[in-house]
């Protein structure tokens, strides 16, 4: 922070490749004392890290500006209400399934890719949904 971040982002389970998952109460205890310490001393923008809408929404009531999901909302259903009732920025990232299993995924056409994983989901209709909604609520 002190050497210009202008953003934290804070998560407790690691996505490297072949990653296996963290309990989402042991993500959110680990989580936690770190999210109340720079919210004591400094003013800077917390995004929380994590796939899963239960420890997003356990910082509820914690002025989170992002969530950032590697599985865009995919891993758990109900991340997209989560952040839309969290009211806070979503940073959606393209994570092939071969990830988790340790592979590497050698692409023909990342642009292909990310467009087929993005629009073939179900996720991504949910999303749009939701974006539209929000716009109507503005607009009327």
């Known amino acids: ?8 982002d804070l998560g ?5 490749s072949g990653f296996t998952d963290i ?15 720079i919210n004591d001393n400094h ?7 994590t796939r ?14 992002f969530i950032n999901d ?8 109900n991340m997209l209400e989560a952040v839309s009732r969290l009211g806070c920025r979503f940073i959606m ?8 299993e340790g592979k590497i995924k050698v692409f023909d056409n990342i642009v292909n890719e990310i467009s087929e994983y993005f ?6 209709k949910n999303l749009l949904t939701i974006l539209i909604n929000i716009m109507l609520f503005i607009l009327f």
């Open 1 to 8: 922070i002190s050497q210009g971040a202008d953003i934290i």
């Open 12 to 16: 407790a389970e690691s996505t490297r």
């Open 23 to 37: 309990d989402e109460d042991i993500q959110i205890n680990t989580l936690l004392p770190v999210v109340d310490f």
């Open 43 to 49: 003013k800077i923008p917390i995004s929380i890290d």
């Open 52 to 65: 899963s809408s239960k420890v997003a929404m356990a910082f509820e009531n914690y002025n989170i500006q």
């Open 70 to 77: 590697v599985s865009s909302g995919f891993h758990d259903s």
């Open 93 to 100: 990232t393209h994570m092939p399934r071969e990830h988790k």
């Open 119 to 124: 629009i073939e989901n179900r996720s991504f």
